[in-house]
């Protein structure tokens, strides 16, 4: 394929071909990052590499969650799953093993599993910051392949905003004339010294089917509403902050049909959540800060085939808190997290309990110590975790900056060793997942070990400017080795795959795995043009050299934005290559291993208030075959449809 064989070429031609005449904005600031150490750093001065997309350009290619945005975003493997959810891998690790947080806290989903990035709304987003990598001793079980944390505007100011979008999918409508609508809603107003702030998102999407001809549809139908209230106040040595979300996630999708009825079976899941933050922290003394923050979430699903409705009932309550002590030039963050949920499952309509109260408690520890200097940083740190089921477990962590000086631009140099590790969740041990209208089962596996890793990593970063400071430059290459032992991954049951008819698959554990890879940026920026190119390659391979399943070797993202200043417009244009993953057993052939997308945005500023939008996402509809599973064939391609959208935003 042409894309594969000019790959080389394009990333060693865009920093000399993409210079152009116009000048960088010199007013532009440089991002203020906390991922990396847990306080907030200068991008360029954080001792852990963290890639930054701002949430102007957010807001632009999102048309409400989050799954969208990430997709934008170097190195994130973005997909869609059978259930009509997303969820993401970060070199090689998948969803569970990807933590992402809003404002430093974690986004706990009720399973202690991967979060369903269609139900995080893209709103009110400052930047996303990511860690690509292992950051278990900062972060926890849940970060053994990295972090994602969405840092949100804060102001004082009254503020009221609207955003509205309609949408097509084009050529597989259900019905002609199927339309999408997202509405969103942000307004902040301070009421007796109260900082209030709404936030709501709501989302009727009618779903799509590439074969009119049969019962089946592809994708479901979703109404889908967000609403979360915060308050905060400063009082005179701490500000409290208290924040209530209410989640509603309604999914719809035919089936089949019962052979000699007019009854048509359908898959649907009805999801509610209700989650309870309270928050302090002290504002007295800045440089040794202290913050606590208590969580209760209470989750409500029924789902499954409407012949066969399952009830989960999921409740979870965390409270985390840490500590910073500034000590000449050592920088010192501490803290712990308190955690229990708790799992129900029944089919009420054969009166059959097949989860009865399970739960799960942990208390975790960590330290970090940053010791800071001009030109170089050394980062330690420790996390000790006790689990209610598997005891104790340890992980430590080294990580190193050096700075060097250029006469053409500024080089950093990055490492990190050390180990993590993941206890496994409730779901893994206990869910049961009975899809099998949609020709899949997945069954936990109440024998899981904790799985642990021991890993590796070093980049470089080259900063400079060129043609006489006309454009900015950078660009890095990061190298990244795991090596892991009894790695939770969902495995194919051939003889009940057999028996069955369905695709069985169950959580087990694999005895080793070497994980490991690279990755190349580039990004060039002048005043109107700004460009980026990322290759990731990945290897993935089990104790016997068998590829792991659902990772692809080769990803490709590019993007590339241009202003139009004197009719105020902005065109963004992005495209993703993905390629080879590995075939499971059991397939007669392959359909499609690669596939490439390619999605336009056009955003234009009528007023200082009023904007509009228009956008095209997956402009050669790539998706997956309709007839690929019938045939018994392979095809790593997405469920997915090409989408006109348009939108429009005012702020009051």
Do not use: C
């Amino acid at each position: 394929m042409y894309i594969k064989a000019s790959l080389s070429a394009i990333i060693l031609a865009l920093p000399i071909t993409s210079i152009a005449q116009t000048t960088p904005d010199k007013d532009q600031e440089e991002h203020i990052v906390v991922t990396g150490t847990r306080t907030a750093k200068l991008l360029s001065n954080s001792p852990v590499l963290v890639d930054v997309i701002d949430g102007e350009t957010i807001a632009k290619i999102s048309h409400g969650t989050l799954a969208q945005a990430l997709n934008y975003i170097p190195g994130v493997v973005v997909k869609r799953s059978v259930k009509d959810g997303y969820n993401i891998q970060m070199q090689g690790f998948d969803g569970d093993h990807v933590l992402v947080l809003i404002d430093g806290q974690p986004i706990v989903s009720p399973t202690g599993s991967s979060a369903d990035l269609d139900q995080v709304p893209a709103s009110n987003i400052a930047q996303i910051e990511v860690i690509r990598g292992a950051a278990s001793v900062m972060y926890g079980s849940s970060a053994m392949g990295g972090v994602i944390n969405i840092i949100t505007h804060k102001t004082d100011q009254p503020n009221l905003k609207f955003d509205y979008d309609i949408s097509q999918y084009q050529g597989n409508t259900i019905d002609t004339g199927d339309l999408n609508h997202t509405l969103k809603a942000y307004a902040v107003d301070v009421f007796s010294g109260w900082r209030t702030q709404l936030n709501a998102l709501i989302i009727d999407d009618q779903g799509y089917d590439y074969d009119s001809n049969t019962v089946s549809q592809d994708a479901a139908s979703v109404e889908k509403k967000i609403v979360s209230l915060s308050m905060s106040k400063s009082h005179d040595d701490i500000a409290t902050s208290v924040k209530y979300q209410w989640l509603d996630d309604k999914k719809l999708r035919d089936s089949f049909a019962i052979p000699g009825q007019s009854e048509v079976i359908y898959y649907q899941t009805d999801a509610t959540e209700h989650q309870l933050d309270i928050g302090l922290k002290s504002i007295k003394n800045p440089k040794s800060p202290w913050q606590i923050n208590a969580r209760y979430i209470d989750h409500q699903e029924t789902s499954g085939q409407s012949n066969g409705l399952r009830d989960t009932n999921i409740v979870l309550t965390e409270v985390n808190g840490q500590k910073i002590f500034q000590i000449d030039n050592i920088e010192l963050v501490t803290g712990g997290v308190i955690h229990a949920d708790k799992l129900n499952q029944d089919k009420p309509a054969d009166g059959v309990i097949e989860i009865d109260d399970k739960s799960r408690e942990s208390v975790e520890v960590f330290a970090q110590g940053n010791w800071v200097k001009k030109n170089h940083q050394v980062l330690a740190g420790m996390r000790s975790q006790y689990d209610s089921d598997f005891g104790w477990h340890n992980a430590v962590r080294l990580s190193a900056m050096k700075n060097f000086s250029l006469d053409s631009g500024k080089l950093q140099w990055r490492a990190g060793l050390g180990q993590s590790y993941r206890v496994p969740n409730l779901k893994e041990r206990f869910y049961i997942f009975d899809h099998s209208a949609l020709g899949y089962m997945v069954l936990g596996n109440k024998a899981l070990e904790p799985e642990t890793a021991n890993s590796i990593n070093s980049s470089l970063t080259f900063n400079t400017t060129l043609a006489d400071n006309a454009a900015e430059l950078r660009s890095d290459i990061s190298i990244h080795y795991s090596k892991t032992d009894d790695l939770i991954d969902t495995v194919v049951d051939p003889e009940q795959s057999e028996l069955t008819g369905l695709s069985i698959y169950q959580y087990q554990n694999i005895s080793e795995a070497e994980i490991h890879g690279f990755d190349l940026s580039t990004e060039v920026k002048f005043n109107q043009w700004q460009m980026q190119l990322n290759y990731s390659y990945l290897t993935s391979e089990d104790e016997h050299n068998k590829r792991l399943l659902s990772r692809p070797r080769h990803q490709v993202k590019f993007n590339i934005n241009y202003d139009i200043d004197a009719y105020d417009i902005e065109l963004i244009a992005y495209a993703v290559y993905q390629a080879g993953e590995a075939v499971p057993d059991g397939y007669q052939g392959v359909e499609n291993n690669e596939y490439s997308t390619f999605n336009a945005v056009l955003n234009q500023a009528l007023t200082d208030k009023l904007s509009w939008r228009i956008s095209v996402d997956n402009i050669f509809d790539q998706h997956k075959s309709s007839s690929a599973n019938r045939q018994n064939l392979f095809d790593a391609r997405p469920v997915s449809s090409r989408t006109i959208s348009a939108g429009i935003s005012y702020q009051f």
